[in-house]
């Protein structure tokens, strides 16, 4: 079998995450809250160019907001957003994590306030001494396995 057997089809317009690490295609889903009746191709353990893995997401006909994508660094620090228009990539980012985050995570902490029944939007600040760890603005609880914390 040929090469371009192997390969999903091109999308013609929509969004390529490229570089999600490996097993996370779904956690990134999650969080970037679409549902399945989106038309989507999703790679696990892809074989990247450097001998590793990684995952790939793309989302035909939707480009996501800068917002939007940058929820992915909450799963995937090093991914990079692809936008394609016309079967083309007319914008490439890396996703940047968010400096605050409300109403995607929730507190680990079952006595804070935004895990009891109060009308209260959950809300985390990222923490400034390193990239990958989140602090609750109620109780500063630190949330470290964020792709567990995704409100379902
Ligand atoms: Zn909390």
Known sequence: MSEKY????????????DHILPGKAFDVLR???LSNDRSMSILINSHSGK????DILK??????SPE???RVALI??????NIIVDGKVAKKFNAEAPEVVRGILTCSNPNC?????EPVVSEFKLAVDDGHRYVCTYCERDIVDLAK???P
């Open 6 to 17: 192997m390969k999903v089809e091109k999308i013609g317009q929509g969004t390529v995450i």
């Open 31 to 33: 969080v970037l809250g």
């Open 51 to 54: 001998g590793g893995k990684k």
């Open 59 to 64: 989302i035909e006909d939707g480009e996501l």
């Open 68 to 70: 939007e994508a940058n």
């Open 76 to 81: 995937s620090p090093k991914a990079t957003i």
């Open 113 to 117: 306030i935004s895990n009891q029944n």
């Open 149 to 151: 914390r995704v409100s």
